[in-house]
Structure formats: structure tokens, C-alpha cells
Antibody, heavy 127, light 111 residues
Framework: QVQLQESGPGLVKPSETLSLTCTVS????????WSWIRQPPGKGLEWIGY???????DYNPSLQSRVAISVDTSKNRFSLKLSSVTAADTAVYYC?????????????????????WGQGTLVTVSS | QSVLTQPPSVSGAPGQRVTISCTGS?????????VHWYQQLPGTAPKLLIY???NRPSGVPDRFSGSKSGTSASLAITGLQAEDEADYCC???????????FGTGTKVTVV
């Protein structure tokens, strides 16, 4: 059973870069897409982006200019970098595996869900 | 960025049936995009409950069911149990935003 675990600093200063890692255990990172999702305190979930084990990525357009997701297949993990953070980036950050509907041999990228999820890690942006 | 609207809370007695609505627009649910549902128990990560509008992953009780019509989707819980007390959230794709969007979330209380 695949399990995901987020790790990284819980406190980041404004204007600096938030860096988190998600380690995948119980299965290989290969042949799957992997995602980052966040949830500000008391608010709803927000999709950040995803990465394929080969390195191809797709990001939320609202965050695209500040986000970079990378993958390290040798360590079975993927990472998130979010630059120029502000207090609005304070949130619980989750990593998750991407699942999608396959129609024939074509992946329907409009029908994507996330399963399983890591336990989440709270990142606070404050000086 | 919650473009899918859910009622903040619903409640029911043990054994009752409750439904949670997820209202979108012509750029997401109304465009025919699939809806997926998650359950989030207090202090835990979201757990997939329904995918592809109506499908339950293995291990999810058949008390949970999903449906979709027009610009809305619904999650129904029949035979409500105390362990169902949690937050529930819908998710879909939005073509205007070019990304995946989540609902505002609904807290289910078993009274």
C-alpha cells in the first residue's frame, strides 16, 4: 500500500522560498503522476500542480510564476518549491498521487482525482 | 479559489439519509467534467470517497453514493453513522481556470 509523507520547514519568512519534499513508500514513484495540494487555515483545498516521474509538469495558472515541482526517482520522492511567499501562502500542504480516467489508451486529463494523500504539513509564513 | 459551492454544514440523526450538494457552473460540472468526493476526518488528510461521479473505491461502504446532473453534483450518505462525522469536499476540473478545483467543503454532524 502506497504511503506518502511530507517533510520540510514549518516556518518560512516572507519573500523567501518554501521547499517541501514528499517521500513515497510502499511502491515506486515511476509510471505515476504526483501532485501538491494546499489548504489555508479554515479555507478550501487548492491544487498547486503535478509532475510525472519523467519530469513533465503542469501547474495551477494562478501559481505558475512562483511554483516548481521536481522529482528524484532514485530516492522515490518529489519536491515543491514556492518562491516569494507571503502570509497568504500559509497552509497545510499535502502531496498526493494522481489518478485519472483512461478512455481506451488515452488519459482524460479533465477527469483526475487524488488518491492517496500524505498526512499534510503546516507551513507558516511569518517573520 | 473555491468555484464549487457546498453548504457549510448538514446534520442528521443516526440511521438517517443526508445529501451534500456541490454547485458549479458551465466551465466545470456543467461542461460535463467528472466530480470526485473526499472525506476528511478531523485532523487527518482527505480520503477519496467517490471518483468519476458515481464510483466507490474498494473499502468505501455502499452507504456513500454520488450523482451528477446539470451544473451540480450530490453526495448521499444513507444509514448515517457517528463515524461519518467529518468534512466532505467535491472536486472537478474547470476549463476557464485550466485546473482542478475543489468545493468549499461541508461539515456533516451526526446529532
Amino acid at each position: 500500500q502506497v504511503q506518502l509523507q511530507e517533510s520540510g520547514p514549518g516556518l518560512v519568512k516572507p519573500s523567501e522560498t518554501l521547499s517541501l519534499t514528499c517521500t513515497v513508500s510502499g511502491g515506486s514513484i515511476s509510471s505515476y503522476f504526483w501532485s501538491w495540494i494546499r489548504q489555508p487555515p479554515g479555507k478550501g483545498l487548492e491544487w498547486i500542480g503535478y509532475i510525472y516521474y519523467s519530469g513533465s509538469t503542469d501547474y495551477n495558472p494562478s501559481l505558475q510564476s512562483r511554483v516548481a515541482i521536481s522529482v528524484d526517482t532514485s530516492k522515490n520522492r518529489f519536491s515543491l518549491k514556492l518562491s516569494s511567499v507571503t502570509a497568504a501562502d500559509t497552509a497545510v500542504y499535502y502531496c498526493a498521487r494522481v489518478e485519472a480516467t483512461v478512455r481506451g489508451v488515452i488519459i482524460d486529463w479533465s477527469s483526475v482525482w487524488f488518491d492517496p494523500w500524505g498526512q499534510g504539513t503546516l507551513v507558516t509564513v511569518s517573520s | 479559489q473555491s468555484v464549487l459551492t457546498q453548504p457549510p454544514s448538514v446534520s442528521g440523526a443516526p440511521g438517517q439519509r443526508v445529501t451534500i450538494s456541490c454547485t458549479g457552473s458551465s466551465s466545470n460540472i456543467g461542461a460535463g467534467y467528472d466530480v470526485h468526493w473526499y472525506q476528511q476526518l478531523p485532523g487527518t488528510a482527505p480520503k477519496l470517497l467517490i471518483y468519476g461521479n458515481t464510483n466507490r473505491p474498494s473499502g468505501v461502504p455502499d452507504r456513500f453514493s454520488g450523482s451528477k446532473s446539470g451544473t451540480s453534483a450530490s453526495l448521499a450518505i444513507t444509514g448515517l453513522q457517528a463515524e461519518d462525522e467529518a468534512d466532505y469536499c467535491c472536486q472537478s476540473y474547470d476549463s476557464s481556470l485550466s485546473g482542478y478545483v475543489f468545493g468549499t467543503g461541508t461539515k456533516v454532524t451526526v446529532v
